[in-house]
């Protein structure tokens, strides 16, 4: 028996006492402690978790000399303990364990077994930083990973990136030449981590009612069904967008939304592309909130990818508000920008606003600036 499957904030004293009655052993994806006397011990715990299939961490039950089970629960105040369990996990973890979950329990005793789950991890291999060791989970035990597990796993993370950039070479293709979307644009990708594994498949149609499909910058959604999944597209005078929510959880977000023109004081003949982006910051921030609430909808809970790209870049200006005239702008020097990709783990609000400043940031490296400029226009 395990409680990994059941829904987090769900699992309470009563299951709890069934593991005890059952003389449940630890397992897998489960295990006890009756205290955490060092913390870099209850790192290695979790790191293990991580690195192998995740699984559920109870503090405050402990083990009998007959092998039993009890529910003690702990002695310390348990919001303190929560707190000072998530502060160790995330600064003594590399990469930073950020996805954890934590809630205190309430017993009948009065106390609290403190209730730490942990999800396996798409961004293994995870290193506890004190004693640089990689753990994995084997039965009931956690050992340190061989050099070949490491390498292991360090191949899925490889094998995951390849087949983005073969899926995204297509994608830009397709936009270009089947949907005539004219350059600049940008394209977003949101990819949970499970995207490409054989067996991914999203009720994408079933729940289509539920799904927003609307594209960057737009407010209004016709969408069709079509063999990915479900498609929109909107075709104005000067903008174009499309949004494609495919069956294996990858969302595409296509749109010259966030671009504008303007004369070219030393060259009328040759107009400025603006990318805009104080507009493409709202539009995205948007964006990211609606693409969480799209895989809540479908129950797709795996932590997902985001890319961004801007196809057809060459001479494209930076614009915070509206186009202006002037004479000497730095511009992008590639034909195809690709700006960092980030791991979203957590859908915190600040995180969102890291992820978008991010991006942008980027964004501004490229046409000359180190960071956000301060004024008006650039």
């Known amino acids: 028996m395990t409680t990994f499957y059941k829904k987090f904030e769900d699992v309470n004293e009563g299951d709890l006492q069934v593991l005890k009655d059952s003389g449940e052993i630890e397992g897998l994806q ?99 930083k004190e004693n640089n060791r990689f753990m994995i989970r084997t039965g009931s035990a956690k050992i340190a990973a061989a050099t070949s597990e490491i390498r292991s796993m360090m191949d899925q993370r490889s094998h995951f990136s390849e087949r983005y950039e073969r899926f995204r070479v297509q994608r830009i293709e397709k936009s ?86 303007s004369g070219n004081e030393t060259n009328l003949d040759e107009p400025m592309k603006f990318f805009v982006v104080s ?37 494209v200006v930076g614009s915070r508000r509206a186009p202006v005239w002037f004479k000497e702008l730095a511009s992008v020097d590639e034909d195809m920008l690709h700006l960092p990709e980030i791991l979203l783990e957590s859908k915190e609000d600040h995180v969102i606003e890291e992820v978008v400043n991010a991006v942008c940031k980027s964004f501004w490296n490229a046409v000359g600036f180190a960071e956000k400029p301060a004024g008006a226009y650039l």
Do not use: C
């Open 30 to 128: 489960l295990e006890f402690k009756r205290e955490i006397s060092h913390l870099t011990s209850l790192v290695e715990e979790v790191v293990s978790f991580a690195n192998t299939k995740g699984g559920d961490l109870f503090i405050g039950i402990g083990e009998n000399q007959n092998g039993s089970n009890e529910l003690n629960g702990v002695d310390e105040v348990p919001d303190k303990a929560v707190l000072r369990f998530k502060q160790a996990i995330e600064n003594k973890t590399d990469p930073r364990l950020i996805n954890v979950l934590y809630r205190p329990i309430p017993l009948s005793n009065g106390k609290h077994v403190i209730h730490i789950r942990v999800p396996r991890s798409w961004n293994a291999p995870h290193m506890v």
């Open 176 to 261: 270009l030449n089947v949907y005539h979307q004219a350059a600049p644009f940008i394209m977003i990708h949101y990819v949970p981590v499970s995207a490409f594994d054989i067996n991914s498949n999203h009720p994408v149609i079933e729940r289509r009612q539920l799904l927003n499909t609307y594209v960057l910058g737009g407010a209004t959604a016709n969408p069709q069904i079509n063999v990915n999944g479900l498609y929109n597209q909107l075709k104005e005078l000067n903008y174009r967008a499309h949004t494609q929510i495919f069956r294996n959880g990858i969302i595409e977000q296509v749109s010259n939304y966030p671009f504008s023109h």
């Open 279 to 315: 507009e493409f910051e709202e539009s995205f921030k948007d964006s990211i909130k609606r693409q969480i609430s799209n895989y809540a909808s479908i129950d797709m809970a795996d932590p997902f990818y985001i890319f961004v790209s801007m196809v057809g870049s060459m001479g």
